[in-house]
């Protein structure tokens, strides 16, 4: 097993009065382990990455996803092919002694954990558990259950959202954890509630609750939406939850009121046993207000964690200038002063080595001296990933204005989404049409942490433009913004707190249709980007400062974990002892 602790890991080094157990059923925990699929479990690992960091005392709970999401393989034509991504967790873990069981259309099924330790940058553990149902006690079916993640058909979602949340509880009491806060990281993990609110009846599922238990189950629960669309929530038929939790289970969902629509609704569960809930951008507290106005919903916008995104060449400068930003990111404000030359040499060092692994992707030479734009996230039609190709001819005409274009493209299309894998498609097909001496456009497969890192930090632009509303947060322009590059994007999601036109990049303003939005973007390129990346060098490094002093400072995970400590997790007291190094938290 590979070791990822500077210290044995203890319970006894957290508080007696209890600890946060976060639950998601992704996490991004490192780049060799594929256990997430995109910006839901990315903002998961880099939350519990600065709680580490601040030493906060919280656990984590999701599945071990043992064949992971998919491995993408594109043909030269656009068509997307998938592979598993098989793994071994004893190569990263350690295996838990205890065991647990759910129950799983009236089967029993055995659960075991992998301890993942991360370690914050002051040696604080928070141990990561990945739960697994791949047992001999088990039939074959419900060994696979922790295979894949995102993967089978509704009926494999629900049982792996059964072993995810109330065989999460269960393993939490198996371990000996004190939980005090449970945090609910989306809906998937909201069953959890059921197997909380069973405990304080007592155990099973039979007999009546209480108004006093439904409140014993709330006071410990939190819970975070990312979905600004009501298809987007996870949603169970009635036949199914008959069928895979059981009778009793399914009419007490239904006396609580978390059915809508003759179906379970797994955020309207959450909303129901949570005693916060929060959207994760300004925006999106008021889109999931208007979706759940019966239910109090605050906002608290995604971060990202800095250490983790920004690139080499921009730590060192950092660490050359600003001290302490590792540990406070708010000392990142003080970006404002930093030497526009230096940051300039950072990011064409973060450029050089984005276009070299694009030499060795695609054997494409890239100019590192030519604009170039970045535009990669999960393909989904309503991100509009095509919306740059609405007008060719313009954007050919723009290419040539600037001397130069390069676009480089990356994203994966869930394997069951056919309009998403057309979009991949399509914007392949144009990337062929309009190829020339002036305009190169690459799509790069197999989008993940580590390639992600390189585009964000070495593009010189970062393009977004999801069709309003339906961009919760996106945290994709957050770490671009870490390494001084600016957006270029639609007012949705956080782009909305942290536009400053022309100081942190630019809007593409709002029209009545895609084509309107798309001759607002070739607009903001003619008449902003292109003149003063072309035309003002030492105006685009200031660009790149205040993008970094104002984004930076404020978008990351260690301004956000705070906010959720102070405002979800312990609301009402937090208690410094002298003879203790951390703080011991106080509902």
Known sequence: MQSNSTKPFSYETYPTNGVVSYFSMEIAIHPSMPTYSGGLGVLAGDTLRSAADQGLPLIAFTLAHRKGYFQQHLTSEGEQMEDVQPWDPSDFCTEEAVRTTVSIENRTVHVRAWRYELVGRAGHVIPIYLLDTDLEENNGWDRGLTDHLYGGDSNY?????????????RMASALGCHVNVYHMNEGHAALLTLALLERQMGGGALGEV?????????????????TPVPAGHDRFSNEQTLRILGGERTARLERLGCFKDGMLNMTLLALHFSRYANGVALQHGKVSRAMFPEFEIHSITNG??????????????????????????????????LPESEIQRAHATAKEALLAEVGTRTGMVLDPHVLTLGFARRVATYKRASLLFTDPEKLVEIARQAGGLQILFAGK???QDQPGKA????????????????LHIVYLENYDWVLGAQLTAGVDVWVNTPRRPYEASGTSGMKAALNGVPSLSILDGWWIEGCIEGVTGWAIEDGANDADEAAALYRKLETAVVPLYKGQPEKWAQLMRQTLAFNGSYFNTNRMIKQYTRNAYYPHTMVQHSSVEEPEYVL
């Open 413 to 415: 299309a869930h394997p």
């Open 210 to 226: 209480t108004d006093s238990d439904v409140a014993r189950v709330k006071s410990r629960c939190v819970f975070t939406t990312h």
């Open 423 to 438: 979009l991949i498609h399509s914007v392949m097909e144009t990337a062929h049409k309009l190829e020339s001496d002036q």
């Open 157 to 169: 979602r629900l049982q792996q959202e059964i072993v995810l949340g109330m065989g999460g509880v």
């Open 304 to 337: 990202v964690h800095a250490p983790t995104w920004v690139s080499e060449p921009m730590q060192q400068l950092l660490d050359q200038h600003i001290a302490g930003w590792r540990r406070d990111n708010l000392f990142l404000r003080n970006a404002i002063d």
